[in-house]
Structure formats: C-alpha cells, structure tokens
C-alpha cells in the first residue's frame, strides 16, 4: 500500500470521526450548521406558535409603522385594492363569535380580503415578519411585527384600540380570527397520508367521476359561455402572438406591438422599468394611486431646471407632505442610472405609446 | 434601406402577419380567400425588383433563389448564446393585462400555442414570482436543513452538485392555471387559459438522500417546510410521504442547463404532480416537523373556495387536466382540408393512459394518438388527424390517467366545486371553429 493510500485512509478516518458524524454516507460533503446560522434562517411561526419570537406591540405603534412602511400599498386601513387585494373589510362581529365568515357563505362582500379567508393568526405573523415591506422584507423587528399585526387586528375589530398584543396573548387572539373555523382539508387533493391515518384528507378521492364515452355521448352541446366582445382585443395583437408559418395564423385583434427601437418601444421600455421597480404600484400615468400620477408630476415641475435632480433626490431619499400625508417610502431598491432615465421619462409626460 | 431592398428576393415577413383592415374585416366577415390574395400580391411584391415572372411558371419562393441560397451566411458563434430565428419572437411570455398590478407579484404565461412536444424551452417557462426574482449568486447560495434532524446542516452548491444526481423530465402547473375560466371564458387564447403550466427535464438530488444524511427523524416528521431565499421567502408544506418516496428533489440543472434565474436559479424544490407553488425556488431551507405550517400560501392564497363558504386548504396535487394546443382560440384557420390537432395531456397522479378527441363538442369522440415518451407526472403529447369540411366544429380533448380518473366536464365540476374556487380547474377545454377558420374560445357545460 503506497503512502499516498495510507494518508487517504487516516483522513477518512478523521473525517468520519468529526461532529459531522452524520455525513459519513458522503464524506466531506455538508456540515453541521451553528446555532446562529439556524436562528438566522428559522424565522417560521406555526398555528400552535411554534417559532414565535418573545415580544409585544400596541395598536397605537402599529398605527404609525403602517402609516410608514404598509399604508403606500395597502392604504391607510387596510382597504385599498389598487395594488394587492384588501387585508381588512367583510368580517363582522357576528364572524368573530362564529369563527365563519358569513360573507364567504352568501358572496355579499364584493372582494375576500385577508381577514375574511386568513384562519390562522400565526399566519399574519409569519408572513409579515418574513415578507414585509415590500421593498424591505425582513426589516421589522418582532416588536414592529406585533404592533403591525395589532393595528391590522383592530382594523378588523378582532382587538379593542388599547390592545397590546404579544407572544403571552396572542393565543387569545386566535380564538377570536373571524374564519378560524372556515378552513376544510376534507378533499382529495393532498398527496401524502390520509387523515385516517394522522395526515390530511381523504386520501385522493377525486370530487368528480366522468367515464370514457366514445358515441352519441349527449344530444345536444349547449355553449354556456363564450369570450365577450369587451375581451377581444384585451390581450393585445393575437396575430403577433402566434407563429407567421404554420396550421394555423393568429387572428388580428388590438393594437400592433411597437417595433424595436421605436421611440415607442423606448416609451414602451421606461414604461416596463417603472412597473417592474414597483412603481406603478402607488403612481397611475395620468391620475395618482396613493402616490400623484406622473403626469400630475410633470405638470407640477414644468420649466423648473433642476426639475430632474430634485425628483430623483426624492425617489431616492423618500418624502412626504407634498402630495399628502402618506409617504413615499425610500426607493433603494433602483439603481441610479435607472432612477434618472424614469424621472427624464415622467417629466416628458410619461408615454406609453 | 432603399439599396438593401433592391436585392432580388429580399427575405420578407410572411405577409400574412401585415393584414390590411379591409382583410381584417375580410374574416369577420367570414372570407377566407384574403390570405391567399394577400400572399400572391406579396409574392409579388418580392419579385418587383427583377423581372417579374408570371405566376403560371410556379412558385416565386422557387424560381428566384433566396439570398441565403445565393450568398455567404453568418459565422460560428455569432450568437454565443443561440437565440430563437427572429420569425419565432411572437412567442413569447406574455402578462394578462389586469390580472395582476405589480410585476413582482405576478404571472407571465407560456406561449403554449406555439410549442411541440413535451419541453418547454427554458426562456418560455412561465413565471410567477411572489416578490420580484433576483439573479442569486450561486457561490453565496445555502441549502439549510433543519428541525426533526440529528444534526442542522448547512450545504453549499458545491457540496449539492458533488452528490448523485438524477435527471427527470416532470411537468409543473401553477394551481391558478385556468383560474381566470372558473366562472365564465375570460382570455382568447391557450397561452392564458393554460399558460401556467411547464415541463422540463430537472437535475437534482433526491431530497430523501440529504435527510438522510442529517437524520431526520421520519417517525415524528412527517412534514417538511420548504422555504426561498428571494423577500418573500416563500413557504410551503410538503408531506413527508412525496419525499420518502424519492420523487422530491432539489434541482439545479433544467433541460441541460443550470435552472433560469426567473425559475430558481441555482436550486429549486421539484415536487413532481404538485403544484408549482409548492416547488419553492431559490430553496434556502428545509426543516422536518411534525404538523403542517399554515403558511400565507396555505392559509390565505391557494385555498379553493367552495359553494359552502368553506374553503379548502391543502389543496396540492395537479389532477388529470388537457387541451389542444393547436388549433386553439384566437387562431385562424387557413383553409378546409388536413389538419393536425395536437395538444398536451398530464396528471400529477402518474401517467396518462388515453386522450379523447372531439370535433362536435362532446357528442362523439376518437381516441387521439399518445407519442412517445410517455412518463409519470410529465406532459404527454397527442395528435390525430382532422379534415375539416368548413363548417362549424367545437374541438374538445378528454384525457385518463393511471389511476382510472377522467377528466370532468366544466358542467361535472361546477356540480361540486361551484365557480368561486379560483384554483385546480382541469375542466375539458372547448375551442370553437366557426366557417370563417376563425377559432375562439368557449364553454361547453
């Protein structure tokens, strides 16, 4: 046996001896990891509160941290549906005795909002906690987290306005969550073991049964529905959707795509940046969401020289007060190039076309 | 532009991509002849330079040589990364417009019309992102494992791509596809009824293999949670049986390649016949319990609604769905005669067995031709022929998988799942042919 062997053998030796016992299958492939690096990571928040940081937050808080970081998206209560569906709205006092949302049963609320599907209170935490703000997930100390989720449990009148929610009371909370008892797993559609056998469902029986029927299957076919006039040029130009050779040529509806390197597809592109920066969450082109309209902008900024240095200044920094109360959040999140080719693009009128 | 078009037989469009509104309303009005006009007058428009011959003589696209019969082509590695001809870009993924306001939270669809077989090409996967994508350094990327497990560990890619690898070719649908046709037909076309929906052939690391070697405890845990790296660090329940099995894998290479940055570049979670929301990308983290999570996306988004106000949480395996890709809703027909019908077939509870074809809306069917291959919890193409006589037709596809079940009619599934459900609608898809050519889309109960 050659030295080189040898060595081999004593450093497989050492590595199956390390902490990483475990590994042996594999050597030298993972490691242990450090009580840090879980803590770090394992930020999840179970329905029985598994996971759930120690901490306490009061409406009040709550109220000024979602003015802050959450009003911009989701508006000052909660209710706007401009860029997500509402959080708040549709659940009633009745809901919270019953734990079932009576207006999932008989559809008289026009959306479902997040308090009248949510069951689970955990649920909110976690996500905020891990996800929120949009910009800056994972931003929120488990203090903020409370106070957010306060606030947004008195929206839904599910916490009175003096409520100090924290790890030690949030059990109670769950008693009260207006769909608690609206969720069912009695389906086929999960894919592990039943609940007959501690798991979740029915085991994969499907809802419907339909039979391979091969002639006269029925007598007449009855179209229920078909595409509305409204829809046919929504989704734009089909013929340009659709291969030029073929069995088939896509039919000419909408408006035809602007042609690389138009100044409509360069309008097109600063268009496409805005969205994909989040911006059109808060701005409309002509008329404001929670933030003015960039048209409403560009008028106001008309013929002043340092026009585009200030604006970026302020997407950049945040503000406030100008356009109102709530303010624009600090956008780091866009690089400078970007910043300044968004501002020379709103403050030409924001062209779409 | 002038000296370019002079050159005889300069490479134009097809010229029935350019139709002029008097064609336009030519279909509307149910004629069929404009596209055969409008090619002979862009023939001849091609000819125009030189002299023009006389139709009677045969085809311009043969008589006059093209210009890549007629000169030298491009060199080697003029695109180091190969791009799609330039005739293909209509295909593309495409927003719904109105469905979603944010990009980053949103939906672009596959061009399915556009696709054969059963790959989708990478650049076409569609995309749903919760919180925006990020092009994540791979040298940074960690895999944590931890919870029911003798020992939390920690693997770099590295250590992940040095393991044994299998490479399996697995269809992955979003639980919202069809979504928006739950009620009523909402969109034109197969790229946004069923767009959400790719395949692909994944390379990975069985899941069991990496819990294995930290000791997960299969006793207690019968629950694993996989979460991302991306802001939303998205979560989501697994069950312990899809793993023990050894479908689930964490991938990091897709269809030869390392996965797309918009699919989870560098390691995503593959739980073959599940729902794509289930199949976590930019996978930081998987931890063994022993009780599901109720995550966002298990509590508040992918629950199914029911008539009774309930709704339905867990919902996760893709059941036995169809549809015929070509001809599809917003297409036209060119003339009557042979036709191929060709669509895609899957089930995310194992093979597809049969596909039925109808052309009379559902009264009679014929068994469409499966080609090969033919795998477990992947698409499955078929095709079978159709001459169409030019007069109104509804094009159906019924498929079966493995396990007996038949896909339901719209009016079998309404029965029990009302319309408010939102996800898993794998109603018979309907497209209507009407004598102009023109195909649309609608609902046949």
Known sequence: ?353 | MADIDARPGRVRPAPENFLTAEQIAAVKDGRRDFLRKAFLAAAAAMAAPTAVRAASEGDPAILNLPPWSTSLGLPVAANPYGMPSRYERGLRRRESPGLTRVGGSSVAFTPLQGLFGIITPSGLHFERHHQGWHDVDPSKHRLMINGLVRTNAVFTMDDLMRLPSVSRIHFIECGANTGMEWGNVAVPTVQYSHGMLSCSEFTGVPLKEILDMCGADYEKGRYVLAEGADGSSMTRTIPMELIESGEVFVAYGMNGEMLRPENGYPLRLVVPGVQGVSWVKWLRRIEVGDKPWATKDEAVHYIDLMPDGLHRQYTSVQECKSVITTPSGGQLLLDKGFYNISGMAWSGRGRITRVDVSTDGGINWREARLETPVLSKAVTRFNIGWVWDGKPAILQSRAEDETGHVQPSYGQLRKVRGTRSIYHNNAIQSWKVVESGEVSNVQVL
Not at chain 1, 300 to 318: I, N, S
């Open chain 1, 1 to 353: 046996m050659s030295r080189f062997c040898k060595t081999l053998i004593v450093l497989g030796i050492l590595a199956a001896a390390a902490p990483a016992a475990a590994f042996d299958r594999y050597p030298g492939i993972g490691r242990a990891a450090t009580e840090a690096e879980v803590s770090a990571w394992d930020i999840d928040v179970r329905p029985d509160f598994t996971g759930l940081p120690k901490g306490s937050g009061d409406v009040d808080r709550g109220m000024e941290l979602w003015e802050a970081h959450c009003a911009s998206c989701h508006g000052s209560f909660g209710e706007s549906n401009e860029v997500f569906t509402p959080i708040a709205g549709g659940t009633t006092l009745q809901d919270i005795e019953t734990g079932r949302v009576a207006a999932l049963i008989d559809g008289s609320f026009p959306q479902r909002t997040t308090l009248m599907k949510v069951p689970t209170v955990s649920t909110l935490f976690d996500y905020i906690q891990r996800a929120m703000p949009w910009t800056a997930p994972k931003s929120l100390a488990p203090d903020d987290v409370y106070a957010i989720l306060a606030y947004l449990l008195n929206l839904g009148e599910i916490v009175p306005a003096d409520y100090v929610l924290s790890d030690e009371n949030i059990h109670e909370v769950q008693a009260r969550m207006p769909n608690r008892n609206g969720m069912t797993t009695e389906h086929g559609m999960w894919p592990g073991a039943p609940a007959s056998s501690g798991g979740i469902g029915n085991g994969g029986k499907p809802d419907v049964v339909n039979v391979v029927c091969m002639k006269d299957c029925k007598e007449k076919v009855e179209i229920a529905s078909a595409l509305p006039d409204y829809a046919q040029d929504a989704h734009g130009n089909l013929a340009e959707q659709n291969r030029p050779v073929g069995q088939t040529r896509g039919k000419p509806t909408g408006a035809p795509e602007p042609a690389e390197g138009s100044d409509a597809r360069a309008a097109a592109s600063a268009l496409a940046l805005a969205k994909e920066k989040g911006c059109m969450a808060c701005h409309g082109v002509e008329k404001g969401i929670v933030g003015p309209g960039y048209n409403e902008i560009a008028q106001k900024y008309r013929g002043q020289a340092d026009a585009a240095a200030k604006l970026a200044a302020k997407v950049k920094a945040g503000g406030q007060g100008v356009w109102g109360a709530v303010p624009m959040p600090p956008q780091g999140h866009v690089a400078d190039g970007d910043i300044e080719r968004l501002v020379e693009w709103i403050l030409q009128g924001a062209k779409a076309q």
